[in-house]
């Protein structure tokens, strides 16, 4: 029998089965061991637990974004992660779960790094009360002071440009002042009322034209010549100018 506690809880059983046997004949064969110690061995210990390992572990910023460990985290290496964060990281959140429910874990929950390097060290027990340890080197940035000094400079630039643009809008606005003055000279145009009246008398003297019109009958008269000049009537003769 490989459980040497079994003789223990065997026997106890036998023994309540047989507490009350009621006058009934039993045999017991009780076996003889040789080299026996003289005294009894005490009761083993109870073992407990070893497990101290961890199976997660998360860092936070202040403003709950998750910090990126290097190397990544690794449930079956033994090791040390590196961080480096900025200025404004006052303080980190650890985040840690055991592999072993029975294991504890001693550090705090938050971590305030200092300017510069840190040592962060995860302890954690395990039920047996053996202790393993996970160092973190954290590294928080010095304060940078910000640079937008030169910005107020470069607003002053676009200032000038607008003060130059409405100086000259002014002279433009003269144009239109000059032509409204203009166009009342030429409305001199009744002065066309005065060519209709000219016209009419004028129109007498077109009327003289016709007058002269019978000279210009002389002309076929004159022409012909001979014997086919074409006598003239008594009216004809009596009409021309001796």
């Given amino acids: 029998m490989a459980n040497v506690e079994a003789p223990y809880s065997e026997g106890k059983r036998v023994y309540a089965a047989y507490e009350n046997p009621q006058e009934v004949p039993i045999v017991f064969s009780i076996p003889v061991y040789l080299n026996m110690p003289e005294t009894p061995c005490g009761m083993p210990q109870k073992a407990y637990n070893p497990n101290n390992w961890l199976k997660t572990l998360k860092l936070y910023d202040k403003n709950g974004d998750t910090l990126s460990l290097t190397p990544t985290f690794s449930v079956t290496k ?32 938050y971590a305030y790094p200092q ?20 160092v973190i080197n954290i590294i928080r940035e010095q304060y940078v002071e910000p640079t937008p000094t030169p910005t107020p400079e470069v607003t002053e630039t676009p200032t000038e440009t607008p003060t130059e643009i409405p100086t000259d809008v002014p002279t433009v606005t003269e144009t239109p002042t000059e032509a409204p003055t203009e166009t009342p000279s030429e409305t001199e145009v009744p002065t066309g009322t005065e060519t209709p009246v000219e016209t009419p008398t004028e129109m007498p003297v077109v009327t003289e034209a016709p007058t002269e019109t019978p000279e210009a009958t002389e002309t076929p008269t004159e022409t012909p010549t001979g014997e086919d000049r074409p006598t003239a009537t008594p009216e004809e003769v009596v009409g021309e100018p001796m």
């Fill in 78 to 109: 033994d090791q040390e992660y590196n961080l480096i964060v900025g200025y404004d990281t006052d303080y980190i959140k650890l985040k840690a779960t055991t592999v072993s429910s029975l294991a504890t874990i001693l550090s705090e929950e």
């Fill in 115 to 134: 300017v510069g390097e840190n040592r962060v060290v995860i302890r954690v027990q395990a039920e047996n009360g053996d202790i393993r340890e996970y």
